[in-house]
């Protein structure tokens, strides 16, 4: 076994702490990595402090991960000692089902293994995630990073960054189109970025007024205050996609208001319920469509790190300390960063 060296939450309630634990030894078609960069994802704070009510423990987060690969399997044919390479939120499937085959492996039907929070196939091995210094992965679940890529800012690709390009490109937006991107969050701003990459018309749909100049500089076209009436009336039946990454409950009227007919809102942030009630007339009315859309399968995720890679896309991130992870935590809760946290895991070391 692998000595592995992170930071675990112990309990909901306690810090995140300095925690020794194993790693297995890479099979024939594993890869060792060792971590060099790992983000800090919201959903790293709701699962540390057992917000879904899902937790188990110790659990060691991180699903933005970037490393540099050290050992590989026999049968490894992607990826050698020496090449970058990431983990993001999934590390393995059932490899047979419908979804499997298909290249949706987050949508496998017998649910995917993650990366954290969750137990290995064998239904009792506990994952260990990326706020550590080495992790062990199978080829399939590990992407290549090219070296054009700022690995610093290529780490939080894995999550936000495959969350907001999957249903852009299932939809298919491009240029021509007018695209909507609501909420500008850690999701938010990789999807302006995408989406204007893309060739679409990119407006940023915010509450917050102030929000707006940042918004210009990533790449929106426009910025549209959805709490200017008369803004939102301009706007009203003009978009033929709307990217909504608004991570709590709300009101989804307003939006559905803003698509053309047979426009689409895609929901990628929020997982409770949506309140007040969305009338199917607004739906109806237009053959209007809201679906949802879960991170991305691996074949898509390196593609689009192939995409970031030839476009310069990265993420705008805050570099921290591994020390300063429950700081950065307490910052979250207030939407303090400008976009993500990034966690340079050689501060593991000292």
């Not at 999934?90 to 987050?106: F, G, I, P």
């Not at 803004?231 to 039946?237: D, E, F, Q, V």
């Not at 007919?261 to 009338?279: I, W």
């Amino acid at each position: 076994m692998i000595q592995a060296k992170g930071y675990a939450a112990h309990d909901p309630a306690s810090d995140l702490v300095p925690f020794t634990f194993e790693r297995r030894e890479p099979g024939p078609h594993d890869v060792q990595i060792e971590v060099l960069y790992c983000g800090i994802c919201h959903s790293d704070l709701h699962q540390a402090r057992n917000d879904w009510r899902n937790s188990l423990y110790p659990m060691v987060p991180g699903h933005e991960v970037i490393g540099r690969v050290t050992r590989v399997g026999a049968h490894v044919t992607r990826l050698k000692p020496g090449d970058f390479a990431g983990v993001g939120c999934m590390v393995d499937s059932c490899r047979t089902c419908s979804s499997c085959q298909a290249d949706l492996e987050q949508y496998c039907l017998e649910g995917p293994t993650f990366t954290y929070n969750c137990k290995e196939r064998d239904g009792r091995t506990l994952t260990f995630g990326g706020y550590s210094d080495v992790i062990v992965a199978e080829e399939r679940f590990v992407v290549h990073i090219p070296p054009a890529l700022d690995l610093r800012g290529a780490a939080p690709l894995l999550c936000a960054g495959i969350t907001t390009w999957s249903p852009l490109r299932h939809w298919n937006v491009g240029s021509g189109q007018k695209v909507g991107v609501i909420g500008l969050g850690g999701l938010g701003h990789m999807g302006v970025k995408f989406a204007k990459a893309l060739g679409a018309h990119v407006v940023m749909v915010t509450t917050s007024p102030a929000k707006g100049a940042d918004a210009l500089r990533l790449g929106a076209d426009e910025v549209l205050v959805s709490t200017d009436p008369e803004a939102m009336k301009r706007h009203a039946g003009s978009f033929h996609f709307l990217l909504n990454t608004i991570p709590n409950g709300h009101d989804l009227n307003p939006y559905a208001g803003l698509l053309k007919v047979d426009g689409v809102m895609v929901l990628v942030g929020a997982l409770m319920a949506l309140e007040p009630a969305l009338y199917g007339g607004s739906l109806i009315g237009g053959r209007k469509t809201v679906a949802g859309s879960c991170i991305g399968g691996m074949k898509e995720t390196q593609e689009m790190i192939d995409f970031c890679a030839k476009h310069g896309i990265t993420s705008d991130v805050e570099m921290i300390d591994i020390a300063k992870v429950n700081e950065a935590y307490a910052r979250l809760l207030k939407n303090d960063v400008k976009y993500r946290f990034v966690i340079d895991m050689a501060t593991l070391k000292g």
